[in-house]
Every structure is written in C-alpha cells, then in structure tokens.
C-alpha cells in the first residue's frame, strides 16, 4: 500500500511563496502519474498540476499557469510543488495524488496524501 505524506503548506502574505512536498512510501512503479490538487472550504476537489513519471509532460490548471511549477526526484520518490505569486484565492487544502492516468480527474487517481493547509493572507 503506497502512503503519500505532504508536507510544506502554511500561511504567507499575497505574492508569497511556498514549496509543497510530497513523498510516496515506496516508488510507485504502476502509477505513473502524480499530481496535486486542491479543495477549498464549500468547493469541490480541483486540478492543480501533473507531471509523468519521466518529468517529460506537465499540466497545469489555467489559473495557477505561470505561478506554479511541479518537479519530481524519483529517486527520493518525492515531488513538489512550487508555488509563487500567491494570491488569496489560491487558499485550500493541497493534496498530492498518485494515478495511472494523464487526467485532471481525482476519481482517475488511486493515492491520496493526507492534505496540507495552504493559507494566502490579503
């Protein structure tokens, strides 16, 4: 069973930054996908940003375009999230997911981490 541990999230100042961290249990071979998304109080689940297993294709949500970049370190079996230009909107919780899939879709993604707070102050 693949455990997903974020880390990184806190509060920061509009036009802040934060790196969020996420780090799998073990390297997930099968799961080819990872990405972030986030869920704000009374909102649904959304797309952040996904990355493949080789770092070669990223994706990322129109309204964090520019602002936020996803890496990985497959041999930490760690990827991240960059985060700059912090706007209050962008306040949730952020969590890293772990699927087969290229999609923006949670239910195509089959890990979840725990979710990590992330408060943007006007």
């Known amino acids: 069973q693949v455990q997903l541990v974020e880390s990184g999230g806190g509060l920061v100042q509009a036009g802040g930054s934060l790196r969020l961290s996420c780090a799998a249990s073990e390297r997930t071979f099968s799961r080819q996908v990872m990405g972030w998304f986030r869920q704000a109080p009374g909102k649904e689940r959304q797309f952040v940003a996904r990355i493949t297993w080789s770092g070669a294709i990223t994706r990322y949500a129109d309204s964090v375009k520019g602002r936020f970049i996803i890496s990985r370190d497959n041999a930490k079996n760690i990827w991240y999230l960059q985060m700059d230009s912090l706007k209050p909107e962008d306040t949730a919780v952020y969590y890293c997911?772990?699927?087969?899939?290229?999609?923006?879709?949670?239910?195509?993604?089959?890990?979840w981490g725990q979710g990590t707070q992330v408060t943007v102050s006007s």
């Open positions: 997911a772990a699927g087969s899939y290229t999609t923006t879709t949670p239910d195509d993604y089959d890990y």
